[in-house]
RNA sequence: GCCCGGGUGGCGAAGUUGGUAGACGCGCAAGACUUAAAAUUUUGUGGCCGCAAGGCCGCGCGGGUUCGAAUCCCGCCCCGGGUACCA
């Protein structure tokens, strides 16, 4: 019988006794240390610490204690980011003032935080509400603002006709209206703060590389932010104006059948007068403007659009008059919000087009190619082209597990030209290769996995000469194959699915047919050029810096990430520190009247003016200060720049003259791991990364990225298996559940549903979480099974047993850690265990159950904390096993094991296997053709009946 | 729609430089203890066939590569996160 422990005695007893020690406080850097900044996403003060909250800071606090335990000096600080939208929607609900409301909540959410017994280095919290904080975010603000990195530009904002006011989109239903009053929600253009977050957009992308990050992270932020390369075009309108289009494929200036203008865009405002068909443009304009982004973009919708009436616009490659459309698939913020729509090359256009029955007209070729399977080494994909010079291109696409061979397997003798030549003369039927050059070799985008250099993909590009002489059976039309027309390039990746349901024994005859279609062109950006005038014939990547060249366009970048707009008409946020003189010019307010307080005279219900508009005392104030006439600005910040610095805060939250100091930066940063959600990937982590760069270009900053490592949790789920909502009633209350079973229980349970840095959904499972309660128990009544001589095999498990959890816990695998400290105490309460193997138990524990292992600690009459103790060391030899069982297989299929010694050749073990009566008789009437022997894993006997 | 993830027993999961699929925990079943129950404890537990030995099938679905695939390649399906004023 197991004694039980009475967690809400020990928990409470051991809380009080770190606070008053000051266990956890971090204090001045000790510089004998090594230092890590683990830094967990700071909480919204919602009023209840939900399970996600135990599972964002109970799990890490593992790894911040084991660190602890190897003398490193880890920062853990925990705040709140407690201005936004919640805490106004509550104060208008129950007519209390934010402020009270949040930082009642706060109050009562740092009892909830206590509760769970972590490490936080509470000596350096903060708040964006404190007005320290907000001090110094405005004080950013301003220096951004001096240095144009803040400015007034335009927005597009959710305007609610009904509220007259800006909505948030989390308030749009989702048939485009308000939830407050139901009106129909309209996109307008309106005077914003902004913050120019592009002119980061090359950092952004280019500095993401060396961090140490998921990779699938980087690709959020990249695509995010979203580069492409291409070039502004300008397109004389009839009416005289010149208008700019941005595309990524001026390559196909020559196809623009027609151009496509934003509905927003200014030009159909400035030239209504020349529209023949006004009515239906407008109509056009509004009912787009009630569209959601998503739903414009939606590729799967029917496209829409109004042809202006009345203005053409001259193509500037071939001077054709082309006409000009409005259309909601174009977007205003994005490039010049306007395109020259070439349908024979885009899939919108071409939709568009075909709706309209506007021209298609085709100015580079098609892909052409085929999967190939051919012996055993080697699988691929060619592609053939020819140019003007009667060279063929051929592409040869591979991707192989065990390693690349251009055109296949080699024979003897051979290179890999004079490979690929015989191949490619056997598998096309044409004999006439005279002459083949490898040109380049593309890597595609993978990252080879160490030690294993061999196995990237490849592409590789070669040019093969044929003899003009033997051409006469090629004859295709460009651009017409079975598959229809070809209205894009198809990337490498997709010729398989292109291609897919052509046979083995159409195979010569489809090549030959790519070569006869290869005439127009190719993909994989080498292209070339049809019906383009004097560009005809040459290869794609060349004709977008000719013709753009040609016609006086400009080469440029343009990024689907858009500047930054911070302002917000809403009360409870950090208040933006500009003041307006008479004349309307915007001045910051300087810092010896920073913070620039949020005034507490303030109505904040909605009534359609900003609720700072309504301070009687924030207009004196500005008057009193800078004089007569002049007036406050009245929006507040998104929420979002409050949270883009409080790490740095963190670090030197006491300095009154400075937001942080560069010593304090040089000290601690960058943030050795950064463990949050996923929900925070792109916006939140993109946003704080540009602030730090905008900082450090005003030489405000040491550091050009804030976080070294981002580690992603799961989601925790309710018991049903649905994300858990009050209306859902599946919420689990983590106050109740410290309650019933101590907060090391929870964590534990938490830290064991899966392996912490994946991003899985795990369901909250009442039995599961028993199973860590009795774990627990068991540990408390372990002192009872201690014996004096080490049993037989303890040191191997404790040492195995050390090595898995120090393993584990470094790559955030507590789920496994805690299994092996799970088998090593089912075995030693069958045996038995010595004092000193308990006492390396509860040090292994400890980070994980730290109120317990505490308690045990002190029961065993040591008389200083677990946690200072230096976490236990293995030894690799005592770690070993002697023998491994590894399987047996015949034709690949598992037959039986064999135990051996780890080092045992392979003449050994296939020995002991015919050996073996069970397998003997299976092997004895047959001819073994194979035998793969891979030490410790398996034995595969390869055999002919 | 677009971008990024995830999918392995009844459940959470382990196992990924391709090498015995299901460690550990939950649940379930049977036994012990108990007047009984709870708690505790022992044993068993992927599915199908078989008394057993053993066999066949199994990692969302369909193909492929390989001596060998949960793992690599191609094509799909379902679920979750983000989508710029929720934080």
């Known amino acids: 019988m197991h004694k039980r422990f009475d967690h809400r005695e020990i928990e409470k007893k051991w809380q009080e006794k770190w606070r008053t020690d000051g266990l956890y406080d971090i204090g001045e850097r000790d510089q004998t240390k090594e230092k890590e900044y683990v830094l967990v996403e700071w909480p919204y003060p919602s009023g209840n610490l939900h399970i996600g909250h135990w599972h964002a800071f109970a799990v890490p606090d593992i790894y911040v204690r084991y660190r602890r335990m190897n003398g490193v000096q880890v920062l853990y600080p925990m705040g709140f980011d407690a201005f936004g939208l919640p805490a106004e929607n509550a104060a208008i609900k129950h007519k209390l003032n934010p402020r009270e409301w949040t930082e009642s909540n706060m109050a009562y959410m740092r009892k909830q935080l206590d509760s769970m017994g972590n490490a936080f280095s509470w000596d350096k919290t903060t708040s964006s509400t404190d007005p320290e904080y907000y001090k110094w975010t405005q004080w950013m603000f301003t220096k951004f603002f001096e240095h144009d990195i803040a400015y007034r530009g335009e927005g597009v904002v959710n305007w609610c006709p009904g509220c007259h006011t800006v909505i948030a989109n989390e308030q749009v239903q989702s048939d485009n209206t308000c939830e407050r009053c ?62 700019t289009i941005f595309t990524t494929r001026p390559d196909t200036l020559f196809g623009a059948t027609y151009l496509v203008l934003a509905p927003e865009h200014e030009l159909v405002q400035k030239y209504k007068n020349q529209i023949l068909n006004l009515t239906e443009v407008g109509q056009y304009i509004k009912t787009s403007s009630q569209k959601a982004e998503a739903d414009r973009l939606d590729a799967s919708k029917e496209k829409t659009g109004v042809k202006l009436e009345g203005i053409t616009a001259t193509n500037p490659g071939n001077n054709e008059q082309i006409p000009v459309y409005i259309a909601d698939y174009v977007l205003a913020g994005y490039g010049t919000g306007a395109i020259m729509a070439v349908p024979a090359h885009d899939e919108r256009d071409f939709a568009f087009a075909k709706k309209f029955s506007l021209p298609v007209k085709q100015v580079v070729g098609k892909i052409c190619g085929r999967r190939e399977s051919i012996g055993k080494h080697r699988t691929g994909v060619y592609g053939l082209l020819q140019n003007e010079k009667g060279e063929y291109l051929i592409q040869h696409f591979k991707k192989h597990n065990y390693h690349w061979l251009p055109g296949g397997g080699l024979e003897d003798g051979e290179d890999h030209e004079e490979c690929l030549m015989r191949e490619l003369k056997e598998e096309t039927g044409f004999s006439n290769f005279t002459n083949i050059t490898k040109l380049t070799e593309i890597f595609l985008d993978y990252t080879p996995k160490a030690g294993n250099e061999s196995a990237r993909n490849h592409s590789i590009i070669y040019f093969a000469k044929v003899d003009s002489s033997n051409q006469g059976d090629i004859s295709l039309t460009p651009g017409e194959t079975e598959h229809g027309l070809s209205t894009e390039w198809v990337p490498p990746d997709k010729i398989d699915q292109y291609l897919r349901n052509t046979s083995m024994e159409e195979r010569s005859e489809f090549i030959k047919t790519a070569i006869a279609c290869a005439e127009g062109g190719n993909y994989a950006g080498g292209g070339i050029l049809l019906n383009s005038c004097e560009f005809d014939g040459i290869n794609s990547d060349e004709a977008k810096v000719a013709i753009t060249r040609k016609v006086g366009g400009r080469l440029t970048n343009t990024y689907r990430l858009r500047d930054w707009s911070i302002g917000r008409q809403r009360y409870w946020g950090t208040p933006i520190p500009i003041v307006y003189d008479p004349e309307g010019r915007a001045h910051p307010v300087p810092l010896e009247h920073l913070p620039w307080r949020l005034p507490e005279d303030v109505d904040f219900t909605p009534t359609g003016e900003a609720p700072l508009a309504k301070s009687a005392e924030l207009k004196q104030r500005t008057e009193e200060l800078f004089g007569a006439g002049w007036t406050p600005e009245v929006e507040t910040m998104d929420t979002f720049v409050d949270s883009s610095w409080y790490y740095l805060r963190y670090i030197d939250n006491h300095n009154a003259a400075e937001f942080s100091s560069l010593e304090a930066q040089k000290t601690w940063l960058p943030i050795d791991i950064y463990f949050g959600g996923a929900e925070h990937n792109t916006m939140h982590l993109l946003y704080s990364r540009f602030w730090l760069k905008a900082l450090k270009r005003l030489g405000l900053a040491e550091h050009a990225e804030p976080y070294a490592r981002r580690v992603n949790r799961g989601l925790i789920l309710g018991p049903d298996g649905n994300k858990m909502s009050k209306s859902k009633g599946n919420v689990v209350d983590p106050d109740e559940q410290v309650e019933r079973v101590g907060a090391d229980t929870v964590k534990m349970y938490l830290a064991f549903m899966g392996p912490y840095g994946e991003m899985a959904n795990y369901p909250w499972d009442m039995g599961g979480i028993a199973g860590l309660r009795r774990f627990l128990e068991r540990i408390y009544g372990l002192s009872d099974h201690l014996k004096n001589e080490m049993s037989e095999g303890e040191e191997n498990l404790l040492h195995k047993t050390i090595k898995k959890v120090t393993e584990d816990i470094k790559v955030f695998k507590f789920n496994t850690a805690i299994s092996a400290m799970m088998i090593f105490v089912n075995q030693v309460e069958k045996t038995g265990l010595t004092k000193g193997s308990y006492e390396i138990l509860l040090q292994l524990l400890a980070p994980f159950a730290p109120h317990l292992t505490e308690e045990l600690w002190a029961t065993a009459g040591k008389t200083t904390s677990i946690h200072t103790c230096a976490f236990p060391t293995f030894d690799p030899e005592l770690a070993k096993n002697d023998t491994v069982t590894i399987g047996v297989q015949i034709n690949g299929k598992v037959r039986g094991q064999i135990t051996v010694s780890p080092s045992a050749a392979e003449n050994e073990v296939l020995a002991a296997v015919q050996a073996t009566e069970q397998l003997q008789t299976r092997l004895s009437e047959s001819t073994i053709l194979r035998v793969v022997y891979v030490p410790g894993k398996i034995l595969n006997i390869v055999i002919k009946d």
């Open 182 to 243: 139901d009106s129909i929600i309209e996109k307008k253009k309106m005077p914003q703060w902004m913050i120019r977050i592009t002119d980061f957009a090359n950092e952004l992308i280019d500095d993401i590389e060396p961090l140490n990050w998921p990779d699938h992270i980087k690709e959020s932020q990249k695509n995010w932010i979203g580069r492409s390369k291409g070039a502004e075009i300008d397109f004389v309108l009839s009416v005289g104006e010149k208008v």
